[in-house]
Every structure is written in structure tokens, then in C-alpha cells.
């Protein structure tokens, strides 16, 4: 993957004002050389002298003004070949962005959003409704497949998201060699998109902090709420947990095993056995969750990942009934009882099952981030609540992605 570490449009433009003090400096040293030369030898006439000090303060300004007018087309000129990134829009130049956006004092929020073809509407739909609901400094990470770059960037330059901060990431399918099964009945394990979550410190180089979140969500508050989640020493990822979560006491009773480690790891292994987790231990959802990344490089949280999926390729360590996505299993060994929780509104999820439906529309209202994970997406038929999803939606301008409508859906939220 391509290294992408720029220097946003205001550091340039700072070091602009830099230089100009700098000519500013030369400009009186060779005034004060002038001067002497005049002391020492008196053979040019002042407006002579004068005359020579303009023409090099002029000049030295000159290459100056050049040199900064190179950096600053070198940062319009932003795309990349779609082998690594593919885009950084800078914000210095985007007329109707937010004052804060532009401020270089407040800290930059890094939201990873992976980004598949068939699920574009999705993402688009998250990235308008974190960007309209917070006045923070927001950055979107947009990890998709080279297929998808040039569809995204069509739709990202829409008029409703002209405004966004954004990178666009290739993710390098590569990394997964070994490491997942190429079972046919298995069919999320070879989507390569969903395994983005693993490598944040790859694809969010430089920060020390980020968020990461699925495409079937909607966010209702201000993301900055999400981002200050306190993390406790030690723990590199906060998520949250599923049997503590509020949407799971308010639609689900008596769920088994699908909220506990047992739901996704086979107990059966020797392997899972000789770790000492508790089968009853709580689940967690992975599908949304703030990450230190500080310390998620010093604990080698990447590596350790990588050592249980292919693990699992060569032993079949996860539940043969899995309860959830394919990347709950090794999260799950690599995190247990080390990691922080997230306050349970903002991952409000199940709206994607048929459990979704128990929702009151107040409940639904006043959380903080709604998830339709579950087979029932929101751009689909089925899900519950989609009309709170759709208002969110822009179309795609390219007519490629399109709703599955059968009929209108009122939830009636006032």
C-alpha cells in the first residue's frame, strides 16, 4: 500500500508565511551590507545603492512567492494512482467548508469506513450523516477496492459532499493470503473489505487515534462524543459489549449463545480450550469501535489477528453455528478482558433483523448511532426504520447503485 503522509493545504500555507519572513530577514541584511559598503568605499550613489536593494529584495521575494505556489499545486494536484491512495480533497480550497474544518488547532477526528461496490449507497449515506451532525475536524478514511475508486470519487464529488475531508484507500487483498478459507458456504470470509478493521494502523498512518465503523449505519449525534470514549490503560480498542447493550435489553430475550464467546469460538479445539475464556464471557459487536492505535501498535494487535486467522484456516477454531460477522472470532481471543466499552447509544444495532422492528420511534430517536447490522440492509427491502436511513441517502449520480423499494415505510418519528 502506498505511503500517503502529505502535509494538509494550511501547514503549506504556514510555511509560506514563514519564508516571507525569512526575505523579510535578507531584505535588511543586504541593506545593512549596503550600508557598509557605502561607509567603506563611497563610490555608488544612494539611489544606486537604493536601486540594487530593491531589485534583490524584489527577486528574493519573487522565488519565494514561486516556491510556495509550487507546494500549494502540488497539493491540488491530489490524485494518485489507484495502487495506493486515490485521493486527499484539501480543504483549504473547498469554498463551502466549515471554518473548523480549517482550523490547524483542532484535532483531526480519522473515521475508517470500508467501502464496497455493491454497498456503496451505504457509505455514503454514514459519511453525509457524521459530516452533517458534528462541526468537528473529520477526516474519512474510505478503504475500497481499485474496481470501486473511480465510482466513489464520482459520487463523493456530488454537491452535498463537496465539503469532506477524505482519503480514499486501496486495500491491498494480498494481506489476506493464507489467512483466510476459500469456503463457498462461507461467503463473507472472501470479502476482502471486512478484514479492513485489522489494519487500521496501515491504512490511518501517523494517528494516534481513530474510529472505525461498518457501512450500514447512521449517525445521530456528533461523532466527537464517540471519539473522546475515555480508554483505559493498556486497552487499545473500545467496543461495545452485547449483553450490556441497550439494544439488546430492550428487543432481546432469551438469545442463547449468540452474545456469548461460545456463539463464535469452538470450545471442542484444544486450542481454544487451553486459552481459559470463559464460554459464558460476553460478546462484543465489532462493528463499531474507537481504537488507541498507539497501543494497538505496541501490543502488535495486527500480528496477533493475523496469528488466530490462520490458525483457524489450518485448525477450524470458530463455531461451526457462527452468531456474526467472520471477524468477531479473533477480535474476541485478542481482546478478551482487555479492552474498554463504548456507551451502548452509540451502537444501537439489530435493525438489520427482524428484531429491529421492536424499536419504539423515541428509542430510535435518541440514539446516537443506528446500526442495521443483521441480513436486512437498509437500502433493501426488509430492514426496519428505513426511512430514518434514507433521508440520509444521496443518490448515485452514475445510476450504477439504486433502493430496493416495495412498498413506503412510515416510522412516524416526530
Known amino acids: 500500500m502506498e505511503k500517503y503522509g502529505q502535509k494538509s493545504g494550511w501547514r503549506r500555507l504556514k510555511r509560506g508565511q514563514e519564508d516571507w519572513k525569512i526575505a523579510e530577514y535578507a531584505y535588511r ?24 536593494i530593491l531589485v534583490l529584495a524584489v527577486a528574493l521575494f519573487l522565488l519565494v512567492l514561486h516556491h510556495n505556489f509550487l507546494g500549494l499545486s502540488s497539493l491540488l494536484r491530489n490524485e494518485v494512482s489507484d495502487s495506493g491512495i486515490v485521493g486527499l480533497q484539501p480543504v483549504d480550497f473547498i469554498p463551502n467548508a466549515p471554518q473548523q474544518a480549517v482550523d490547524g488547532r483542532q484535532e483531526e477526528i480519522p ?75 462461507e461467503g463473507e470470509s472472501i470479502k476482502p473489505l471486512t478484514f479492513a478493521r485489522f489494519y487500521l494502523p496501515i491504512l490511518v498512518p501517523g494517528a494516534k487515534k481513530a474510529i472505525y465503523m461498518d457501512d450500514d449505519v447512521i449517525v445521530q449525534g456528533d461523532i466527537l462524543a464517540l471519539y473522546n470514549t475515555p480508554l483505559k490503560p493498556g486497552h487499545a480498542a473500545a467496543f461495545s459489549e452485547d449483553c450490556d447493550s441497550t439494544s439488546t435489553k430492550v428487543v432481546i430475550r432469551g438469545a442463547g449463545n449468540q452474545y456469548n464467546y461460545i456463539g463464535y469460538l469452538d470450545y471442542k479445539k484444544e ?8 464460554a459464558s464471557t460476553c460478546s462484543f459487536n465489532p462493528g463499531v469501535f474507537v481504537a488507541n492505535l498507539t497501543e494497538w501498535k505496541k501490543q502488535n494487535i495486527t500480528n496477533q489477528l493475523e496469528k488466530w486467522m490462520k490458525l483457524n484456516v489450518e485448525e477450524g477454531l470458530y463455531s461451526r453455528t457462527l452468531a456474526g460477522s467472520i471477524t468477531t472470532p479473533p477480535l474476541l481471543i485478542v481482546f478478551y478482558q482487555q479492552h474498554s466499552t463504548i456507551d451502548p447509544m452509540w451502537n444501537v444495532r439489530h435493525l438489520g433483523s427482524s428484531a429491529g422492528k421492536r424499536y419504539s420511534p423515541q428509542f430510535v430517536k435518541a440514539a446516537k448511532l443506528l446500526h442495521w447490522n443483521g441480513h436486512f440492509k437498509p437500502w433493501g427491502r426488509t430492514a426496519s426504520y428505513t426511512d430514518v436511513w434514507e433521508k440520509w441517502y444521496i443518490p448515485d449520480p452514475t445510476g450504477k447503485f439504486s433502493l430496493i423499494r416495495r412498498h413506503v415505510e412510515i416510522s412516524n418519528i416526530k
Do not use: C
Open 29 to 52: 541584511l543586504i541593506g545593512l551590507i549596503t550600508n557598509i559598503y557605502i561607509r567603506q568605499k563611497r563610490k555608488m550613489s544612494f539611489r544606486k545603492v537604493n536601486i540594487v
Open 111 to 185: 473515521v475508517v469506513i470500508a467501502a464496497s461496490e455493491d454497498r456503496l449507497g451505504g457509505a455514503i449515506a454514514a459519511i453525509n450523516s457524521i459530516q452533517h451532525n458534528t462541526r468537528s475536524n473529520v477526516i474519512f478514511y474510505i478503504v475500497t477496492l481499485n474496481s470501486t475508486a473511480d465510482h466513489l470519487r464520482s459520487w463523493l464529488s456530488s454537491s452535498t459532499l463537496k465539503s469532506i475531508r477524505y482519503k480514499i484507500v486501496n486495500f491491498d487483498t494480498k494481506l489476506l493470503e493464507g489467512k483466510v478459507k476459500k469456503d463457498p458456504d
Open 271 to 278: 486450542r481454544i480450550r487451553k486459552l481459559s475464556m470463559k
